[in-house]
């Protein structure tokens, strides 16, 4: 749900893996999955900071929003076509 806070703006990696207490080799994955099953964008950040390498960004898709507000108020009522694979 850190994402659905600001469904539109852009999110770094770093900032999420912080802001949830998880460890990158823990998020990284799930953001690649998610990415992958069209629930989030990602992109490089265009303009970082000079000796800064760039960093990757996230943001939720129409259907990630979707699915987001779905699954905050049941997340027994998640339509089929946005379950993830396997559930």
Known sequence: ??????????RYGYELVTGLGLNSG????????LTER???????EADGRPGRPPRHMYRLTTLGVE???VWATSPASVPARLRPQGA
């Open 38 to 44: 069209g629930l989030l964008e990602a992109m490089w």
């Open 67 to 69: 699915y987001a507000r």
């Open 26 to 33: 823990s998020l990284y994955p799930i953001l690649m999955r």
């Open 1 to 10: 749900m850190a994402l659905a806070v600001e469904a539109g703006g852009w």
